[in-house]
């Protein structure tokens, strides 16, 4: 299986922190895909990074990929409370039309 | 944006009845996922489609079927509900292989 892995499980910090989070997977992939899910509510997707790039930006989220570890990481700056969710990496395999998802990282923001 | 629409929210069903859990995309992707997500085991896909009348499994088909007869549905089928089954269901949608993936908002089912 190349399912991602998420580290940590758990992460609760300060407002106005930053968050990381990683991610681990073990097989040759397509792209990766970041999500973020709020309780019991469908899953939001974030940035998607192909294998051929290193990192990419969105407002305050930074991904990261490096394909010869196999891992990525995802970095939340300047965090607020409603960053509070789970967050989830998915990989796409090489040849493959579907995402295998890691089992995700809890985040919470402290006021 | 890209819309994908649930039927079902909540949903409450006994011990053997047949359940369908509908799925409806807006923006004309070929490829749809069906997934559930039970605590700590993450999400795992039970049947995707990549065409109309396609299917492949997933990971755990098991006690589920699918349908796809029109590009923009795809319905979730449990032929004979099981307790163990009772979970969160989340549909998806993609325009092909390689690109954004879309989720619904989800489908809670609980079967008594």
């Known amino acids: 299986s190349q399912q991602g892995e998420e580290d940590p499980q758990a992460l609760s910090i300060q407002e106005g922190e930053n968050a990381t989070m990683n991610c681990s997977y073990k097989?040759?992939?397509?792209?990766l895909q970041w999500y973020r899910q709020n309780s019991g509510r469908g899953l939001v997707h974030l940035i998607l990074?192909?294998?051929?790039?290193r990192e990419k930006h969105s407002g305050r989220l930074r991904v990261t990929l490096d394909t010869s570890k196999k891992s990525s990481s995802l970095l939340i700056t300047a965090s607020r409370a409603a960053d509070t969710a789970s967050y989830f990496c998915?990989?796409?395999?090489?040849?493959?039309?579907?995402?295998?998802f890691g089992q995700g990282t809890r985040l919470t923001i402290n006021p | 944006d890209v819309k994908v629409t649930q039927s079902s929210r909540y949903l409450v069903k006994r011990t053997g009845e047949k359940v369908f859990l509908e799925c409806v995309q807006d923006?004309?992707?070929?490829?749809m996922f069906w997934y559930r997500q039970d605590p700590g085991l993450g999400l795992r896909l039970i049947y995707f489609?990549?065409?109309?009348?396609?299917?492949e499994k997933g990971d755990i088909p098991e006690g589920y079927s699918v349908s796809r007869e029109k590009k923009e549905r795809f319905s979730l089928i449990l032929e004979s509900a099981s307790t163990n089954q009772t979970s969160m269901y989340l549909c998806?949608?993609?325009?092909?292989?390689?690109?954004?993936?879309?989720f619904g908002e989800g489908s809670w089912l609980t079967v008594v």
């Open positions: 998806a949608s993609s325009l092909t292989g390689g690109n954004t993936i879309y």
């Open positions: 097989t040759s992939i397509n792209n």
């Open positions: 990074i192909r294998s051929n790039e």
């Open positions: 998915a990989t796409e395999g090489r040849g493959a039309q579907k995402l295998v």
């Open positions: 923006m004309d992707h070929e490829n």
């Open positions: 489609s990549y065409d109309v009348k396609m299917k």
